[in-house]
């Protein structure tokens, strides 16, 4: 019974104890997005924003780099961009001034257009320093960030919410988004499957990341047979690339198939009517068996090597007498 109270009253403690030690965090970015404006290759730019928190705990922001992607360009005022975007990654391109950073507690109380308090607040700064060969056009990264608690914090500390921060520049120079199918093949067998070659190539000036394009396949009758995805890939301007499919041929008859690819590259599409061939599969070869070989002492070389070496030491001996 002693044993039982006890339990309950470390229980208690447990439970009325904890929730007050522990730390919920949520951190945004004000801009949430920012165009920086046009930076010339070489160059560099200084960039700064806001790291905002509605929480009144304190924590360690770590700050990192990776690459945008083409969705900021979508129902927002930077649709027009789009044309002109480069999909080359610019993660590398960024140097912190100060990382990690503190997101401190502010006695300013500004509100966000959401209406909650804004209790913590930080300026970051960072660099974006454009190499002499970048390419033309827009591009955009993003900063991460990876809150956690000071070293002086002992409590449970929970990550609500973490919104990073999206920046924008220009690069000047000619923007070309093109690219064209040079056509389709069969490839090797995996399995039951069928591998489809799609070969696109970039042909503009910009690095592009095509959506999965579609393979759709006909029978003799022109009837869709079959429709397919491709992999995607990042494609350098000139660059050409494999986009695979895997296509299931279990039952089908050998033979040639015609074949509709399409790529879309978003701003833009190609496509390339083929004909496929589905092929005998090569036969697996036959496993090699091992050939058990009963091991023979050399006796006869034994012999040989006994009589060279009494020959030699009779030859010595002769020639000392």
């Given at each position: 019974?002693?044993?039982?109270?006890?339990?309950?009253?470390?229980?208690?403690?447990?439970?009325?104890?904890?929730?007050?030690?522990?730390?919920?965090?949520?951190?945004?970015?004000?801009?949430?997005?920012?165009?920086?404006?046009?930076?010339?290759?070489?160059?560099?730019?200084?960039?700064?924003?806001?790291?905002?928190?509605?929480?009144?705990?304190?924590?360690?922001?770590?700050?990192?780099?990776?690459?945008?992607?083409?969705?900021?360009?979508?129902h927002?005022?930077?649709?027009?961009?789009?044309w002109?975007?480069?999909?080359?990654?610019?993660?590398?391109?960024?140097?912190?001034?100060?990382?990690?950073?503190?997101?401190?507690?502010?006695?300013?109380?500004?509100?966000?257009?959401?209406?909650?308090?804004?209790?913590?607040?930080?300026?970051?700064?960072?660099?974006?320093?454009?190499?002499?060969?970048?390419?033309?056009?827009?591009h955009?990264?993003?900063?991460?960030?990876?809150?956690?608690?000071?070293?002086?914090?002992?409590?449970?500390?929970?990550?609500?919410?973490?919104?990073?921060?999206?920046?924008?520049?220009?690069?000047?120079?000619?923007?070309?988004?093109?690219?064209?199918?040079?056509?389709?093949?069969?490839?090797?067998?995996?399995?039951?499957?069928l591998?489809?070659?799609?070969?696109?190539?970039?042909?503009?000036?910009?690095?592009m990341?095509?959506?999965?394009?579609?393979?759709?396949?006909?029978?003799?009758?022109?009837?869709?047979?079959?429709?397919?995805?491709?992999?995607?890939?990042?494609?350098?301007?000139?660059?050409?690339?494999?986009?695979?499919?895997?296509?299931?041929?279990?039952?089908?008859?050998?033979?040639?198939?015609?074949?509709?690819?399409?790529?879309?590259?978003?701003?833009?599409?190609?496509?390339?009517?083929?004909?496929i061939?589905?092929?005998?599969?090569?036969?697996?070869?036959?496993?090699?068996k091992?050939?058990?070989?009963?091991?023979?002492?050399?006796?006869?070389?034994?012999?040989?090597?006994?009589?060279?070496?009494?020959?030699?030491?009779?030859?010595?001996?002769?020639?000392?007498?």
């Amino acid at each position: 019974m002693m044993n039982l109270k006890f339990f309950l009253l470390t229980l208690f403690l447990f439970i009325f104890f904890i929730p007050n030690s522990r730390a919920q965090l949520s951190v945004g970015v004000s801009p949430p997005s920012l165009y920086v404006g046009e930076i010339q290759p070489g160059e560099y730019k200084i960039v700064r924003f806001n790291l905002i928190t509605s929480s009144e705990d304190v924590a360690l922001v770590y700050l990192g780099s990776v690459k945008g992607n083409i969705d900021i360009f979508v129902h927002n005022e930077y649709k027009d961009f789009i044309w002109n975007y480069s999909e080359e990654d610019v993660s590398s391109w960024v140097e912190f001034v100060s990382n990690p950073v503190e997101l401190k507690h502010t006695d300013e109380q500004p509100r966000t257009k959401a209406g909650s308090t804004i209790k913590g607040a930080t300026e970051i700064t960072f660099l974006i320093h454009v190499p002499k060969d970048a390419e033309p056009g827009y591009h955009t990264g993003k900063i991460t960030l990876d809150p956690r608690p000071p070293p002086t914090y002992t409590g449970m500390f929970t990550i609500k919410a973490v919104v990073p921060f999206t920046y924008i520049f220009k690069v000047p120079g000619i923007t070309v988004r093109e690219g064209r199918i040079f056509g389709l093949a069969s490839g090797d067998y995996s399995g039951n499957n069928l591998i489809l070659e799609v070969f696109f190539q970039n042909t503009g000036t910009v690095t592009m990341f095509p959506n999965a394009g579609t393979i759709e396949i006909f029978d003799e009758r022109n009837r869709t047979l079959d429709t397919l995805s491709t992999s995607r890939d990042y494609i350098k301007p000139g660059e050409m690339k494999r986009l695979k499919a895997f296509w299931n041929v279990e039952g089908l008859k050998l033979g040639e198939y015609e074949a509709l690819a399409e790529v879309d590259y978003v701003t833009g599409f190609a496509i390339k009517m083929s004909t496929i061939e589905v092929y005998e599969r090569p036969s697996v070869p036959p496993t090699a068996k091992a050939i058990e070989r009963i091991y023979l002492f050399p006796w006869r070389i034994l012999v040989v090597i006994v009589i060279v070496i009494i020959g030699y030491l009779f030859y010595r001996r002769q020639r000392h007498e």
